[in-house]
């Protein structure tokens, strides 16, 4: 997992940090639907504005 000091891959998350400035895990949940009492629910939240600069840093696919 990318930025996860437990769980990622330390070489990768100190690159990461070094060119696209990642100071933290990048873990997003965009969407998530589910159904409480009966009633479904959904909630979304738009990826947050560092981690939207880190995939511009990074560049197309």
Known sequence: MV???QHG?????RHM????AL???FLHCKRI???LD???QVLEAPLPADLTLVLDRL???
């Open 3 to 5: 930025g996860d000091a």
């Open 9 to 13: 891959h330390e070489a990768t998350n």
């Open 17 to 20: 940090e070094e060119t696209c």
């Open 23 to 25: 100071d933290r895990t």
């Open 33 to 35: 639907d589910i159904e």
């Open 38 to 40: 009966g009633v479904r």
């Open 59 to 61: 560049g197309p696919p």
